[in-house]
């Protein structure tokens, strides 16, 4: 993966890691390899103070749904 592409993939986890634990603060964010993949490894404080270790796999997230087509007046 380029290096953008590797600095937006770490964006992105830390952002979904955000926003779907709402009372966590993220203390770091790095990129590693688990079992020949790049993965992305999150420290977070989580609300009770207890630091936890979070890994994302951005190449086993599944891609959005299509979007649905609309109707219209014509069909």
């Known amino acids: 993966m380029p290096p953008n592409r590797n600095r937006d993939a770490l964006s992105?986890?830390?952002?979904?890691f955000e926003?779907?634990?709402?009372?966590?603060?993220?203390?770091?964010?790095?990129?590693?390899?688990a079992d020949g993949?790049?993965?992305?490894r999150?420290?977070?404080m989580d609300d009770r103070g207890r630091v936890r270790i979070y890994v994302d796999d951005p190449q086993r997230r599944a891609p959005p749904p299509p979007?649905?087509?609309?109707?219209?007046?014509?069909?």
């Open 19 to 33: 926003r779907s634990n709402r009372g966590s603060r993220v203390l770091s964010a790095e990129r590693m390899q």
């Open 12 to 16: 992105d986890s830390v952002r979904r």
């Open 37 to 40: 993949r790049d993965v992305n």
């Open 42 to 44: 999150i420290k977070a």
């Open 67 to 75: 979007s649905r087509p609309t109707r219209d007046d014509h069909d």
